[in-house]
C-alpha cells in the first residue's frame, strides 16, 4: 500500500513538470523527512480538533476548521473547478514566494489522513492545476486540496463540491466580487 502511494506522488511530481514545462525547483513534492513537520503545523492551526471523528485536515474544506482559525474566515464561494485557480495570482500578494500545495487522498483523521505534500510557485501551480484538472488528476478523480502560505499565514481549501473557503491574512479576494 505505501508503495503505491509513493509511486503515485512520483508519477504525479513527473507527469505535471514533464507535461507543463515546469522546472523541478519550481514544482516538487516535500522530502519524506519534512513531510511530517509541514503536515503537523497545517494540522496544529487550522485542522478542526473539537469534534472526536471528524479533527483532521481531511474534513476542513466541508465541516469548517478550527474555531481559532475560523475567526479569520475571509469567506466560501462555488467556484469552477478547472478555472477558479486562475485568481490565484490576484489572491496571493507574493507569487514569487513558494507555497504547499497539499492533495488529499483520504481516510478520516482516525484511519491515517493521506496527503501528497509540494511545494510550488504561484504561476506553476496554476499550470500544474490546469494540467491536472484536464487529466482529473491523472486518473485520480476529482480531488480535495489545501494551498497554505509557507509561514502558514493562510490556507485555501479547494473540496469535490467545487467551493473554495479561504482563511487567515494576506489573501487578497477582491477577484470574487460576488463575496
Same mark, same amino acid.
Given at each position: 500500500m505505501m508503495k503505491k502511494l509513493s509511486d503515485? @506522488?512520483?508519477?504525479? /511530481?513527473? /507527469?505535471v513538470i514533464s507535461q507543463c514545462g515546469i522546472a523541478k525547483e519550481h514544482f516538487h513534492k516535500v522530502?519524506?523527512?519534512?513531510?511530517?513537520?509541514? +503536515?503537523?503545523? @497545517?494540522?496544529?492551526?487550522?485542522a478542526d480538533k473539537t469534534k472526536i471523528w471528524k479533527n483532521g485536515l481531511h474534513w476542513a474544506n466541508v465541516n469548517g476548521y $478550527?474555531?481559532?482559525?475560523?475567526?479569520?474566515?475571509?469567506?466560501?464561494?462555488?467556484v469552477d473547478r478547472s478555472t477558479w485557480f486562475h485568481f490565484l495570482p490576484q489572491m496571493i500578494e507574493d507569487e514569487n514566494k513558494m507555497v504547499y500545495f497539499l @492533495?488529499?487522498?483520504?481516510?478520516?483523521? +482516525?484511519l491515517g489522513e493521506k496527503f501528497w505534500i509540494f511545494e510550488?510557485?504561484?504561476?506553476?501551480?496554476?499550470?500544474?492545476?490546469?494540467?491536472?484538472?484536464?487529466t482529473a488528476f491523472l486518473d485520480n478523480g476529482w480531488l480535495d486540496y489545501y494551498i497554505v502560505s509557507k509561514k502558514y499565514q493562510w490556507i485555501i481549501g479547494?473540496?469535490?463540491?467545487?467551493? @473554495? $473557503?479561504c482563511l487567515g491574512e494576506g489573501l487578497n479576494l477582491d477577484c470574487f466580487k460576488k463575496w
Open positions: 503515485g @506522488i512520483f508519477r504525479l /511530481e513527473h /507527469e522530502s519524506g523527512s519534512q513531510w511530517e513537520n509541514i +503536515y503537523h503545523k @497545517i494540522t496544529e492551526k487550522y $478550527s474555531p481559532k482559525s475560523m475567526k479569520q474566515l475571509l469567506g466560501c464561494c462555488a @492533495i488529499d487522498k483520504g481516510n478520516d483523521w +482516525y510550488s510557485y504561484i504561476p506553476e501551480l496554476v499550470k500544474a492545476l490546469d494540467f491536472l484538472n484536464h479547494f473540496n469535490h463540491h467545487d467551493i @473554495i $473557503s
